[in-house]
């Protein structure tokens, strides 16, 4: 298995050399040159998660043959999740479930693939003989980073640099960054979005005079999904849920299932996506996107325009308008020559458009919603009033655009939902929607909101209030280039 370039200029490589790298040589995205096939047996085996993941994941790295097994284990171990299987689906009524992906170590669905992630990039320096450090930047909406932070926190022969936007994650987002352990790593805030953070790390990846400066040191990767290492876990547990449903009685096998994912940067969807391509009986994929709906216009009108406002939401990691990962579903769908018109436009322009040929074959695929931030408010509080379940504000814009799809299609396929991270990493948030009274100090927050739904506390979330804040401080975006200089030569 050999990986190509979105753009179709940088040269082919195996797996280790596109997770070390991350980014290709031309500035696209690295992309299987095949998509392997899915064996309808895992479908009904009750091996446990992280045999799956082997499973699924050895034909797009055979060259990690003979580790695989033994990094996912250490990936998914008891310990690690707080629950057996790692991603429990709920039933909310009318074939509607959630799938809940939020059980690991940061209490967000970044953990599936980042706790497994740091192992193939460390095995892969292994496998091509590679001296120097691994430094890897991560921009980060939210969850990314204190995910990536916690699956690289003291990996031998690597360094990881995570920026952020200052005023453009929650309180215990913030507090799990700026309180991580680890002599390997650094965070930084940033003034700007995450869009803007962004832009400045896959601009670092192609600053030649820095490579140069930083080159008897380190070697510069990523850790964000632009990094196929951290999209391909992914594919595994809407694997698993399909598993679980006929499992349960829920389908049986061979019926197709639509799932919803509330997404940002594309890099979840199109893990389903890619899922749906190997051979899972999946249905339509419905993208869910709050107010900084640039991705429901492009499903719906088939012009990508980033030009437009950007909102600071109550769903901070969907706060995005440039979406990395779409440039992979343009690859697959279209080719690497329109691949390459397209982003050219959106670089010059900020904009692009299809043709009405190219529309219809997204159609065929996808379904585009958003919801404002007062329908979140309210799927919050009518989910747990009418389901007695508790939802994060991201989990409910995706409720909103799985209901959303079946009012305006009338399909009653069975809809899996990703619930992306914990409730309670957005305690103020949630308690505004319930109605209830909002301490200001973030710990009291937890507090009220566990006493205001009879649930507990995430236990990593609760350990917060005791850890001891590292890092502190706002650079300009402009700076981020001399941030990782001296992070890597220090």
């Excluded at 939210?142 to 005023?167: M, N, S």
């Amino acid at each position: 298995m050999l990986y190509v370039s979105t753009r179709a200029k940088a040269e082919k490589v195996t797996a280790p050399v596109a997770i070390l790298k991350g980014l290709a040589s031309d500035g696209g995205l690295y992309v299987p040159e095949e998509i392997p096939a899915l064996d309808p047996a895992l479908l009904t085996s009750d091996i446990p998660y992280e045999e799956l993941a082997e499973r699924i994941l050895l034909p797009f790295l055979p060259e990690y043959k003979d580790v695989l097994a033994s990094l996912c284990r250490a990936a998914y171990a008891t310990g690690k999740f707080d629950t057996v299987p790692q991603t429990p689906l709920k039933d909310l009524g009318e074939g509607l479930y959630t799938e809940e992906l939020w059980h690991g170590p940061t209490s967000a669905f970044k953990d599936m693939a980042l706790q497994l992630m740091p192992r193939l990039l460390s095995a892969a320096i292994t496998l091509t003989g590679e001296t120097r450090d691994a430094c890897i930047l991560t921009a980060t909406s939210g969850d990314t980073g204190k995910a990536a932070l916690e699956g690289f926190c003291d990996v031998e022969q690597t360094k990881i640099l995570v920026f952020y936007p200052a005023h453009g994650v929650s309180p215990l987002q913030k507090r799990q960054m700026a309180t991580q352990e680890g002599k390997n790593v650094r965070v930084q805030a940033i003034e700007g979005n995450f869009d803007d953070a962004q832009t400045a790390v896959k601009e670092i990846f192609s600053d030649a005079k820095l490579a140069e400066q930083i080159a008897p040191y380190a070697f510069l990767s990523s850790a964000n999904s632009i990094n196929f290492g951290r999209l391909a876990p992914q594919i595994v547990y809407y694997v698993q849920a399909y598993r679980d449903l006929c499992k349960s009685g829920k389908i049986k096998l061979g019926e197709k299932v639509n799932f919803c994912v509330p997404t940002g940067n594309f890099g979840n969807i199109f893990a389903c996506y890619l899922a749906k391509r190997m051979g899972l009986p999946v249905g339509k994929l419905i993208c869910a996107s709050n107010s900084n709906n640039v991705l429901t216009d492009f499903l719906q009108n088939g012009v990508y325009d980033k030009n437009r406002a950007f909102f600071t939401t109550i769903s901070p990691s969907m706060d995005i308008l440039v979406s990395s990962n779409l440039e992979r579903l343009l690859y697959f769908i279209f080719g690497a020559e329109r691949t390459v018109e397209l982003m050219n436009a959106l670089k010059t322009e900020g904009k692009y458009t299809l043709t009405d040929d190219e529309k219809a074959l997204l159609d065929a695929e996808f379904f585009g919603a958003y919801c404002s931030e007062d329908d979140t408010k309210n799927v919050i509080l009518s989910t747990f009033e009418n389901n007695g379940y508790l939802t994060d504000p991201h989990t409910a814009v995706g409720l909103f655009a799985a209901k959303e799809y079946r009012r305006q299609t009338g399909d009653e396929t069975p809809i899996v939902c990703g619930s992306t991270a914990s409730a309670y990493k957005f305690p103020q948030s949630v308690l505004e929607a319930l109605g209830k009274e909002i301490p200001e100090d973030e710990f009291d927050a937890l507090e009220a909101l566990s006493k205001a739904t009879d649930t507990t506390i995430p236990a990593p979330l609760a350990a917060l209030k005791n850890k001891t804040v590292r890092f502190e401080g706002v650079i300009e975006k402009t700076a981020l280039s001399d941030a990782v200089k001296d992070f890597v030569t220090r």
